[in-house]
């Protein structure tokens, strides 16, 4: 119950933050939304952070998915239309498909009591993971573990050499839960190590659950922003009889954060799938196929007024068409 009532009352800062977000954010970034796509009944607009802007250009990174949830890569300028507050937007300054890019990596994995039950198959994905980069070297894989008083690197990149794959074939479960201390861990990580061109990502495994961490869900959601992360979570809750995953305090705050960074949220039952052979493919080609389906558009500030400007993306001609990404944007003129 104490972890519960803990992400209840973390969650309040992160619904109110898309009101309040701190300065700290940088304002030269350009308004940068990044997709929230979600597997199971994810909201298409999330109310979490957006990015300040002072300039007069925005800039909307998004995805595309068409029928069955999947991506779409041939998507024209024509075929949707960006809603700027009350101003609908047709004419684009830029208009282009991301680039696919190397990727780094950050697994963290739930060994906390809460998660104990399902920790191995967890960390059997991730020596998937690490076996993966071994065959696709352009792409980086760093571990995080987190349980008991707080997070620890089990390894940087190169997992898969002898000492690497001992000390994650080693690692045990129990303890606290420093959850939002992890997520801050890895952004960092990320933040100070990371490849020039590459794609940083992060792929938790949790049951969402935090007990003990010295920083707060903003502080840890702050620092992925910051790092450009799209978190990827594989929700290792399991549901009382009755109660729907959905409705736990943990699977929500998995939820958020996903939509938060433009990642994925993955339920128990799809954890229950990844304990198949196929499991952590299944991950790395769902990363991969985002990123393949990711749009950057551009275009003139279309209002000048001070404070939060909402933001949507709509179909003009295929209604099976759906479009995920931030909910907005602050702007701020020079000197307000």
Not at 31 to 47: I, K, L, P
Not at 82 to 107: C, I, K, N, T, Y
Request: hydrophobic residues 45%; proline residues 5%.
């Amino acid at each position: 119950m104490l972890a519960h009532w803990r992400i209840r009352l973390a969650l309040l800062p992160l619904l109110l933050w898309a009101r309040a977000l701190p300065a700290e954010v940088p304002a030269s970034a350009a308004a940068e939304d990044a997709a929230a796509v979600s597997t199971e009944g994810t909201s298409q607009s999330s109310t979490l952070p957006a990015y300040r802007s002072t300039v007069s250009e925005v800039r909307v990174a998004f995805f595309a998915i068409g029928e069955n949830n999947r991506p779409v890569e041939n998507l024209t300028q024509a075929d949707f239309a960006v809603v700027d507050g009350e101003r609908v937007v047709r004419s684009f300054q830029s208009f282009a498909h991301s680039d696919e890019a190397p990727l780094d990596v950050v697994a963290l994995v739930d060994l906390s009591d809460s998660a104990a039950p399902r920790f191995r198959v967890a960390m059997n994905e991730v020596l998937q993971l690490v076996m993966r980069e071994q065959s696709t070297p352009d792409d980086q894989i760093a571990v995080i573990s987190f349980g008991g008083m707080r997070p620890a690197l089990l390894c940087a990149s190169g997992c898969g050499d002898s000492s690497s794959l001992a000390r994650l074939l080693a690692v045990k479960s129990g303890g606290t839960t420093p959850l939002f201390d992890a997520l801050r861990l890895g952004a960092d990580f990320l933040l100070h190590h990371g490849r020039a061109g590459a794609r940083p990502v992060m792929i938790l495994f949790s049951d969402g659950n935090d007990t003990i961490s010295l920083h707060s869900a903003r502080e840890a959601l702050e620092a992925v922003l910051d790092a450009g992360a799209p978190i990827y979570s594989i929700d290792m809750g399991t549901a009382d009889i009755g109660i729907s995953s959905s409705e736990l305090p943990g699977s929500m705050f998995l939820r958020q954060v996903s939509e938060a960074t433009g990642g994925r949220y993955f339920s128990p039952a799809c954890f229950q799938r990844f304990s198949r052979k196929d499991g952590a493919a299944t991950v790395l080609n769902t990363v991969l196929d985002d990123l393949r389906a990711s749009y950057v558009v551009t275009y003139a500030l279309p209002s000048h007024h001070a404070g939060f400007h909402s933001l949507r993306l709509l179909p003009t001609h295929n209604l099976n068409l759906t479009f995920r990404s931030r909910n907005g944007y602050y702007y701020e003129p020079s000197g307000y």
